[in-house]
């Protein structure tokens, strides 16, 4: 069983602000392959970090309010983040050594194959986030962003459309979640 505090930090993830802005940056970042503006790949993460930011201050704090965790949770987190961060390396590194043994064994990569790494990549972020709160579902978005990375190699249709998608599902999910949290607070008002 879990300590109160635990729960506590599980849930101050459970709002739904976060999967709403991750998968409008993973929608944003398949439309800019989809239309070759590789860039948004670059551009949206710190925009979206801010993006989160505000919407968790205006949405979320007022009708949930600010938890502040002792410090030993937040030296705690902090750790974990650095450990997480260094897992997420490592794991980019192991995707990077299996193209990189895939262009050694044949001269060339398929290019096929390199339409699955955008998608595998936010699949990485995405564990890795659910490492970090606590929450299943962050690790369901890592296995709906590897399906998309499958799906981009097997139509051939590039990376674009199938992180659209997936993208879209994630949002759909945080707006669902967010929803809840504005209607239970207006609920709580009345």
């Known amino acids: ?18 999967d ?7 929608i944003v970042i398949g439309a800019g392959y989809w239309t070759d503006l590789v860039v948004a790949s670059i ?22 309010g600010r938890v502040e965790f002792r410090r030993e949770r937040r030296e705690r987190s902090r750790r974990e983040l650095g450990w997480s961060v260094g897992l997420g390396v490592a794991a980019l590194v192991a995707v990077l050594a299996v193209l990189g043994a895939g262009v050694a064994a044949r001269g060339a990569f398929p290019g096929d194959l390199v339409d699955a ?46 992180l659209v998608l997936a993208g879209a599902v994630v949002a759909a999910t945080g707006a669902v979640l967010l929803a809840r949290l504005v209607a239970d607070a207006r609920e709580d008002e009345a």
Request: hydrophobic letters at 55%; zero cysteines.
């Open 1 to 18: 069983m879990s300590s109160p505090e635990a729960r506590l930090y599980r849930a101050s993830w459970a709002d739904g602000s976060l």
């Open 20 to 26: 709403l802005v991750a998968g409008a940056a993973v």
């Open 43 to 64: 551009v949206v993460p710190p925009l979206a970090l801010v993006a989160w930011q505000v919407l968790h201050r205006r949405v979320v704090e007022p009708r949930a």
């Open 117 to 162: 790494l955008p998608a595998t990549l936010l699949a990485v972020l995405a564990v890795v986030a659910a490492g970090l709160t606590r929450s299943p579902r962050f690790a369901w978005y890592g296995a709906l962003l590897l399906a998309a990375g499958a799906g981009a190699v097997l139509t051939g249709t590039g990376p674009g459309l199938t």
